[in-house]
């Protein structure tokens, strides 16, 4: 199995004062589904910023589909993210497009057909319960309903990686569990999911899935660890060196 990922030693600073990532090390391969979980403050965006390539870190290095990720000319970095599909915590949809039209962005860029995109589209919005609100703009949906359209977007193209930043926090517990199965049906297609969430919860409910633990800027085993039988379904860490 493939590395997509790897960090040796990253460390992230803004501005002046503490590094607010700190020796971070970790091998992410092709095709599994991972974790990622710390207290409020303890790194968790700043690590995926780094992940899809919006952030360079201030040290260490960072090896992306098996490229030296830190010094990537900019010409390349939008091919490169065309290969990793973002949730990201604040949504960011575009505001004078309809929901439809949101989702389909990552097909039109890729330069699919109209009428594929449609029919994928169609089949996304009902996924995600959404197909009453096909023509509506982002700011006349509720969080959870534009966090269910950002998550539709991230997902539709496929994406090698998929890095999602608490994906499920502005949603009930049923819709939860139905994004979550969404995940799964696409890391079961081959996709590699980075999941940061606070919901210790879901974790459980992914078996063979990885987790990541941030402390303060720094990966530490997860505490408490995976109690038996989860243990068995869903705890290994893959920091460099384990
Ligand atoms: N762009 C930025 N400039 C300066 N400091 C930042 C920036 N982004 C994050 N920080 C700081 O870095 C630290 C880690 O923030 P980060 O958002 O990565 O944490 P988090 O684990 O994702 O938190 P949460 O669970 O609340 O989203 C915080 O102290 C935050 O204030």
Redesign the pocket.
Known sequence: MANIVQFENVGLR??VGEE??CDVSFTLRSGQFYFLT????????????LLYLS?RPSRGIIRLFGEDAVILPRGRLPGFRRRIGVVF?DFRLIPHLSAADNIALPLRVAGMAESEIARAVREMLNWIGLAERAGARPATLSGGEQQRVAIARAVIARPELLVA??PTGNVDPAMAERLLHLFQSLHRLGTTVVM?T?DWHLIERVPGAHHLH?EH?RLVDPDPPMPPPAEARASTIVRSGL
């Open positions: 803004y501005g607010t990532l710390g207290a409020s403050g303890a790194g968790k965006t700043s690590l995926l910023r952030q915590q930043d608490e940061a606070h941030l800027g």
